[in-house]
């Protein structure tokens, strides 16, 4: 596993423990648009994300659910995408089926996936051309 994969698990599983701080608590929940919450620790995950995941690829541009799109993106070769909570109405109800979501685009091709649910602690990469890990198993079909 590459370097840069290993930074990223670390980074994404450190979002995890944010967003695990706010689970199943009380914590301030906005609608961006009707059925369509946002929550502290969305906030909190995206922050943490963007802050730790733009010192790792400084060169990437930045496109996520929680923060307002930068059209420089546009003009980048390598982009993070991002969905900070995937699952927020399920966050918010205290169901355990919701997880961070973080991709590296290379030229328009996805190089690199994590996606962690922090509270099963089940985590998922692929890598490109090394297949899909799920807790360090390799996933076949």
Known sequence: MK???????AI??????????FYQSSFTVRDKSPDNP???ADIASDTLLKRRLGKLVPQAGWLSEETA????R?????LWV???IDGTKEFVMGIPEFSI?????????PVLGVVFN???????????????WCNGEKVTA
């Open 3 to 9: 370097q840069q994969t290993q930074d990223t698990i």
């Open 82 to 84: 991002v969905d900070p």
């Open 38 to 40: 946002v929550t502290e």
């Open 118 to 132: 922090s509270a099963t602690v089940e985590l998922f990469v692929a890598e490109k051309r090394q297949g899909v």
């Open 69 to 72: 799109d930068n059209p420089a």
């Open 12 to 21: 994404v599983r450190e979002a995890g423990r944010a967003v695990m701080q």
């Open 74 to 78: 546009l003009e980048k070769n390598w």
């Open 101 to 109: 979501s973080v991709a590296l685009v290379d030229a328009g091709l």
